[in-house]
């Protein structure tokens, strides 16, 4: 059916009539009488438009009645092209007109007519999350990487080479189609003022079924490309353990062959299918899709910007100002074409990388954030002066001695957790007294034993172990070197030596003696905490708050 029915400036819905009373009308005013007028209590009564629409036999001065058929492909010359140029939006309920919209309800269709009403709003960014899902083979040649002799060379080739002839040919058919197909016919989602058939299949040449066919061809062809793609990129992932839990699809047969991966697949897509609704399943593949640029525009941007060793892209036009301006397009697109699907996108994606961050991969291919964090603190202790601080800007540096008393080290560390205010640097260190050559291991000991401490009393800061031959001259050094760069300590917190008391050794004396000097040397603040073996933890102090107030209520 090459014609589609029109009442006035508005398209019928013929499906609907057909389902309903099993017969297709004629076009004219007598013959589509029963879809617009209806007996009520011996009298006709007829929807107003229609009824206005019966009167005019010269419509628009066409010479044709104002009820008829018309030309669904009038073709090039016909001009049409300025008819479908600019862009008609309507919103749920609004009825399929050409000129001022008109709004009705759509349970009004039984008794007032069979006009095609709008069944979803539609936008610009709508329209993009729908069609976007066609161009997103980009990463085809990238996935099958592994089957190429020369992947270097065959991909950016075939990849750019693709691009171009896609792009031309999907420009070329939105402009056939816009300078070709009525305006009316075009707006007309289901082809419902045409039986649903597809104009372009019934101008086919030889028959029909070329286009249906090829249409066929064409959605099979995609989607076996995505059922050969998308598996083997999962078997990728879960082989290199970046994701733990997806270990089970590494798993081949005897032909090579990821099975449980394309099984996976196949949920999914046998997902999207019961969806059925177009519209709601390309605007969330469009998000994911937009993640996957995102990270991997996102990356690139980052290996280039801090210059990483193992990043040498040999593409001699990739700037990594063209992946900035591609991962801000991304999130763009994102936000603009559906928000909430993009916050549900980034909210897997987010809880993913948290996830690959604390399970532990197995193998570490390297984490651009954490380079970023690098070049970062790089930066900020290249621009932090070494020199005396302003006195309205001090804040205390704390370079924390350990001692060698478990008791007095974790009373120690319980008041340090407690000088949180001031929001300074915290170092930790403690000096054994040894050979490091030979009790390298001991250190190594010592320093995870350091780490749990540090977390269970959840200090903020940095610590270390120093193995030295004397521990005067091990303290004298720590003094003098902890901190980096203007990032430096001004205050010394060394523990009052309970023990000195009991034991009377004269060694104990002589070690908080020299610490005391070498921070007054080095002109640091001293600070020197007494008892520190009955220090509350922050449990406890939290259980006596609670108690009292218990008790006092």
């Known amino acids: 059916m090459k014609w589609f029915c029109i009442v006035g400036d508005r398209p019928v819905d013929l499906v609907s009539f ?11 005013a007598t013959g589509l009488e029963p879809l617009f007028c209806k007996m009520k209590n011996d009298s006709m009564f007829c929807d107003a438009y229609y009824k206005r629409m019966t009167k005019i036999q010269n419509w628009r001065k066409i010479g044709r009645p104002a009820i008829r058929q018309e030309i669904a492909v009038p073709g090039i010359a016909s001009g049409v092209f300025f008819d479908n140029l600019w862009s008609k939006y309507l919103q749920p309920r609004d009825i399929l007109t050409k000129g001022k919209i008109s709004r009705e309800k759509s349970d009004q269709t039984t008794d007032e007519g069979f006009y095609i009403y709008i069944n979803q709003a539609t936008s610009f960014m709508i329209l993009i999350g729908v069609f976007f899902p066609s161009a997103t083979g980009i990463m085809a040649g990238s996935n099958r990487s592994g089957n190429l002799k ?38 007309d989602k289901f082809g419902q003022s045409a039986m649903s058939k597809l104009v372009i299949a019934e101008l086919a040449v030889p028959h029909p079924t070329v286009i249906l066919i090829g249409c066929f061809l064409s959605t099979v062809g995609a989607g076996m490309q995505s059922l050969t793609g998308a598996p083997r990129l999962l078997q990728a992932i879960a082989s290199d353990d970046v994701i733990p839990f997806l270990s089970q699809f590494q798993r081949m047969d ?54 990483a060793p193992g990043w040498r892209p040999l593409f001699r036009y990739f700037h990594w100002s063209l992946s900035l301006l591609g991962s801000i397009l991304c999130v763009a697109v994102m936000f603009i074409s559906a928000w909430h699907y993009a916050l549900v996108a980034i909210v897997i994606g987010a809880a993913v990388y948290k996830y690959i961050e604390y399970a532990g991969a197995e193998k570490e291919w390297g984490d651009g954030l954490r380079g970023l964090k690098l070049s970062a603190a790089r930066f900020a202790l290249l621009n932090v002066e070494n020199r005396p601080q302003h006195t309205k800007n001090w804040r205390p540096q704390l370079l924390v001695i350990a001692p060698d008393s478990k008791e ?35 250190v190594e000991i010592a320093r995870n034993e350091m780490d749990q401490q540090i977390k269970l009393h959840k200090i903020h800061g940095f610590y270390d172990i120093l193995m030295v031959n004397n521990f005067i001259e091990g303290i004298y050094c720590l003094v003098q070197t902890s901190g980096l760069g203007g990032l430096r300590h001004n205050t010394v917190v060394v523990a009052w030596p309970d023990e000195w008391a009991t034991s009377h050794e004269i060694s104990v004396c002589q070690r908080f003696v020299s610490t005391l000097r070498a921070a007054d040397a080095a002109d640091c603040a001293i600070l020197v905490p007494k008892n520190v073996k009955i220090f509350p933890s922050s449990q406890i102090k939290v259980i006596c708050i609670l108690l009292i107030n218990y008790l006092f209520t």
């Open 18 to 28: 057909v389902e309903q009373y099993k017969y297709v009308p004629n076009c004219t």
């Open 408 to 442: 007095s080290e974790n009373g120690l560390f319980a008041f340090v957790s407690q000088l949180k205010a001031g929001k300074g640097l915290t170092l930790i260190a403690k000096c054994i007294e040894g050979n490091f050559i030979k009790h390298a291991d001991a």
């Open 254 to 307: 005897s032909r090579g062959e990821p099975i449980l991966a394309i099984l996976l697949t196949l949920l999914i897509c046998e997902c999207g299918i019961l969806i059925a609704v177009i519209e709601n399943i390309t605007a969330l593949i469009t998000q994911f899709f937009l993640m996957c640029y995102l990270g991997v525009n996102t990356a690139c941007a980052l290996q280039s910007i801090l210059r």
């Open 150 to 187: 020369d992947a270097s060379r065959s991909i950016p080739l075939g990849t750019l080479g693709a691009q171009v002839t896609t792009t031309i040919v999907y420009l070329s058919g939105v402009i056939l189609f816009g300078a070709s197909v009525s305006e009316m016919f075009i707006r």
